[in-house]
Nanobody, 125 residues
Framework: DVQLVESGGGSVQPGGSLRLSCAAS????????MGWFRQAVGKEREGVAV???????RYSGSVQGRFTISRGNDRNTLYLQMDRLNPDDTAMYYC????????????????????WGQGTQVTVS
């Protein structure tokens, strides 16, 4: 199995930045697709960004141009650099991974991801 642990959340003013991290452990060699999802209070979990093993990335329209997803050199750490944050970005952010490649059209579907972290809270106000 793969264990995912997020960190880096917190409170920030509108226009500010945060960098989230996700440390993967366990049988990580099979992780092909890794990504970030978020869930605001009263809303469904939504895909934010994903990255494949060959570093192909995909972003939701609401964060395109403001957020950047990347992997660490060890390939077992996932990052999400979040700039120009606004109150709509307030949510619990989750790290996710799966052995399959990231789906081009369906990557935002939560059921495609086998492994999930516990989440880290981001509050913009």
């Amino acid at each position: 199995d793969v264990q995912l642990v997020e960190s880096g959340g917190g409170s920030v003013q509108p226009g500010g930045s945060l960098r989230l991290s996700c440390a993967a452990s366990g049988y990580t060699q099979s992780n092909r697709c890794m990504g970030w999802f978020r869930q605001a209070v009263g809303k469904e979990r939504e895909g934010v960004a994903v990255i494949d093993r060959d570093d192909i990335t995909r972003y939701s329209g609401s964060v395109q141009g403001r957020f950047t997803i990347s992997r660490g050199n060890d390939r077992n750490t996932l990052y999400l650099q979040m700039d120009r944050l606004n109150p709509d970005d307030t949510a619990m952010y989750y790290c996710a991974a799966d052995r399959a490649h990231c789906s081009d059209r369906l990557w935002q579907r939560t059921e495609l991801y086998t492994f999930w972290g516990q989440g880290t809270q981001v509050t913009v106000s």
